[in-house]
């Protein structure tokens, strides 16, 4: 056993079994209503599932239209590997790979928060860099995409190539970091994708509500997001 009591001896101590560390949203959970139709069904490989196992589960129930599937399978998923070579393929580092995929992280802690229970949501979200077409780049998310409306001041019509920017949860909009990740966007999708070209840099998102030149200070990061 570890000498805690002569290693931290102004510290007070919670150990054994008695204790576990919660995230607050699964502290004081009201008991669990066992519901007499499936809705949701997580289904977990751990590290790798080299025999294909998920796949044949989830051909097996593609005709359930009732249920939703979330699948979490760990780095050494062949799915993985065959993202990896893509981006292999394309020179494009690792690193980008790693900080694309780190997404998966927050909405699950998002969607987990929202329902008090371990859930990915946003799967729609997740398919667009599964399908090689959003990159994190900085401290923006880029998505070659498919303008959703007209917009005749750009000369843009519906269905015409766009850069979307995701602002993704967890850092600071500081200015110059975003003004860098714009610039690395319009460098590395010219570099390593010359064939799709793009009209123009598209989002959507409440920050470039006008409400808020109201409600903000005029230092607040979002208004400078907005400029």
């Known amino acids: 056993l570890l000498s805690y009591a002569e290693k931290l001896d102004n510290t007070e101590k919670y150990l054994g079994t008695e204790y576990v560390p919660l995230r607050k949203v699964f502290q004081n959970c009201p008991r669990k209503i066992i519901k007499d139709k499936i809705q ?13 196992i998920i ?50 992280v927050i909405w699950t802690n998002i969607w987990t928060d929202l329902k008090g229970e ?32 007209d917009i005749p ?17 967890g850092a600071p909009l500081d200015r110059g ?15 390593y994708f010359p064939e799709f070209e793009y009209k123009c840099i598209t989002t959507h998102t409440w920050l470039l509500d006008d409400t808020l030149d109201d409600l903000l200070k005029p230092q607040s990061n979002i208004l400078k997001f907005k400029e």
């Open 40 to 52: 949701n069904i997580l289904l977990l490989s751990g590290g790798t599932d080299s025999y294909g």
């Open 55 to 104: 796949e044949r589960m989830l051909e097996y129930f593609k005709d359930e239209k009732n249920e939703q599937f979330v699948t979490i399978c760990g780095r050494f998923y062949e799915g993985f590997e065959e993202l990896k070579d893509k981006y292999d393929k394309k020179g494009i580092s690792e690193d980008i790979l790693m900080d694309t995929l780190r997404d998966m």
């Open 118 to 149: 371990l859930y990915l949501g946003q799967l729609d979200w997740i398919f667009n860099y599964m399908n090689f077409t959003l990159f994190k780049l900085g401290r923006l998310q880029f998505n070659m995409a498919k303008a959703h409306m």
């Open 153 to 169: 001041s750009k000369n843009i019509k519906k269905g015409d190539n766009v850069l979307e920017i995701h602002i993704q949860e």
């Open 177 to 191: 970091e975003i003004i860098k990740s714009i610039k690395w966007a319009k460098e590395f999708f010219k570099e």
